[in-house]
């Protein structure tokens, strides 16, 4: 079975800077997904951005984006240019790209984000 | 543009009655979704449903049971409630299994 380990169960950043947030996970697999969701006090569940295993390219979203090393197994999130809204739960995810067995995610722990003002 | 509808919002129950958890989506998506979200932990599967007339058990299955009703529909039953079931649900879809998946707002459920 998969594992999605987050180390940091708390980060603190000022406004307007930029902070990494980390996430490792096992697998054997060659085929698959990753994601970082972001849960804000609303409850939401709402997708930040995404990586297929097989693109050597980092995914960016705007001021969003992800170092991927597949070799080391691991998938961390850089948010760039910090704003109180970016404050929030985040979530790193992992799908199998095989389409059977388990077809859902697996979730790490969770990362707190606080934004200092 | 409604996405991932989940009712109720929040349920109190006693231990033992039951109950179910609707979900419904307006997004034409194959796949759907059952998780619950614990303090402390991240979102476990509790159930999915590739496509419509399927559904298969996830990481957390025992205690629920599912329904996929048709293709917008999935929805979750508590038979008899134990305070262990206390927790966030999630239900959420996907057009396919390899695409982000979409969630609702969540059901808060206590089991006095």
């Known amino acids: 079975a998969q594992t999605v380990t987050q180390s940091q169960p708390e980060m603190s950043v000022q406004e307007a800077e930029t902070v990494t947030l980390s996430c490792t996970y096992d697998?054997?697999?060659?085929?698959?997904?990753l994601f970082w969701y972001k849960q804000p006090p609303s409850r939401q569940m709402i997708l930040v951005i995404r990586q297929e295993a097989y693109k050597q390219q980092n995914a960016t979203e705007n001021r969003f984006s992800v170092n991927f090393q597949k070799a080391a197994k691991s998938f961390s999130l850089k948010i760039s240019d910090s704003q109180l809204g970016d404050a929030a739960m985040y979530f790193c995810?992992?799908?199998?790209?095989?389409?059977?067995?388990?077809?859902?995610?697996?979730f790490g722990k969770g990362t707190h984000l606080i934004i200092q003002p | 543009n409604a996405g991932v509808t989940q009712t109720p919002k929040f349920q109190v129950l006693k231990t033992g009655q039951s109950m179910t958890l609707q979900c419904a989506q307006d997004m034409n998506h194959n796949s759907m979704y059952w998780y619950r979200q614990d303090p402390g932990m991240g979102l476990r599967l509790i159930y999915y449903?590739?496509?419509?007339?399927?559904?298969d058990k996830g990481e957390v299955p025992n205690g629920y049971n599912v329904s996929r009703l048709n293709k917008r529909e999935f929805s979750l039953r508590l038979e008899s409630a134990a305070p262990s079931q206390t927790s966030v649900y999630f239900c959420a879809s996907s057009v396919q299994y390899n695409q982000p998946q979409h969630f609702g707002d969540g059901t808060r459920l206590s089991i006095l």
């Open positions: 697998t054997s697999e060659s085929d698959y997904y």
């Open positions: 449903s590739a496509s419509e007339g399927t559904t």
């Open positions: 995810a992992y799908r199998s790209g095989s389409g059977g067995g388990a077809d859902g995610l697996t």
